[in-house]
T-cell receptor
Framework: AQTVTQSQPEMSVQEAETVTLSCTYD???????LFWYKQPPSRQMILVIR??????QNATENRFSVNFQKAAKSFSLKISDSQLGDTAMYFC??????????????FGKGTLLTVNP | KAGVTQTPRYLIKTRGQQVTLSCSPI?????VSWYQQTPGQGLQFLFE???????NKGNFPGRFSGRQFSNSRSEMNVSTLELGDSALYLC????????????FGEGSWLTVV
């Protein structure tokens, strides 16, 4: 079975500092996508960043970047210059299926990130 | 471009009743999926619809059903509500059968009393 593991239930960081959230996954597929979503107190699930497994270059979106280690099946999220608005639950997600009919996301249990002023 | 829109945002139902939740996907997106989020079970996939056909279904009882209309809007229905159905129900859309990125709505909070 394909699983996603987030080993840090909670983390905190000071405003303007950098924090890294960890995620490991298990799959037998060779080509896939990985995602980080954030869920602020409003509870909307917001896409933060995505990584295509066949791309060696790590994805970056402004202050958010990933460290993707395919062989180790590791997909960590780095948030630079943390802002108060980054306070949220962060979920690592891995899709089962390859974009076709059997496509659904498997989520980790989440990491609650608190950014302190 | 408007995002995924869900209605209602909040509702309270009595055990035994039924409920219908509605979802409008991002314009141009033809695939709609539903997820249930609870503190105990986390995020779980319910089902996905594409071109008015259910393509995939999660491990939920038959009380949970859905449908998709020709304009890609989707509804999910839960009959004979149980207390354990209290949850945040998230609707999501992706471009089509080959779209790889899923975008979520704000969710519908269901409380069963």
């Amino acid at each position: 079975a394909q699983t996603v593991t987030q080993s840090q239930p909670e983390m905190s960081v000071q405003e303007a500092e950098t924090v890294t959230l960890s995620c490991t996954y298990d799959t037998s597929e060779s080509n896939y996508y990985l995602f980080w979503y954030k869920q602020p107190p409003s509870r909307q699930m917001i896409l933060v960043i995505r990584q295509e497994a066949y791309k060696q270059q790590n994805a970056t979106e402004n202050r958010f970047s990933v460290n993707f280690q395919k062989a180790a099946k590791s997909f960590s999220l780095k948030i630079s210059d943390s802002q108060l608005g980054d306070t949220a639950m962060y979920f690592c997600a891995f899709p089962l299926g390859s974009g076709g009919s059997n496509y659904k996301l498997t989520f980790g249990k989440g990491t609650l990130l608190t950014v302190n002023p | 471009k408007a995002g995924v829109t869900q209605t209602p945002r909040y509702l309270i139902k009595t055990r035994g009743q039924q409920v219908t939740l509605s979802c409008s996907p991002i314009s141009g997106h033809r695939s709609v999926s539903w997820y249930q989020q609870t503190p105990g079970q986390g995020l779980q996939f319910l089902f996905e619809y594409f071109s008015e056909t259910q393509r995939n279904k999660g491990n939920f009882p038959g009380r949970f059903s859905g449908r998709q209309f020709s304009n890609s809007r989707s509804e999910m229905n839960v009959s004979t509500l149980e207390l354990g159905d209290s949850a945040l129900y998230l609707c999501a859309s992706r471009e089509g059968a080959s779209g790889n990125t899923i975008y979520f709505g704000e969710g519908s909070w269901l409380t069963v009393v």
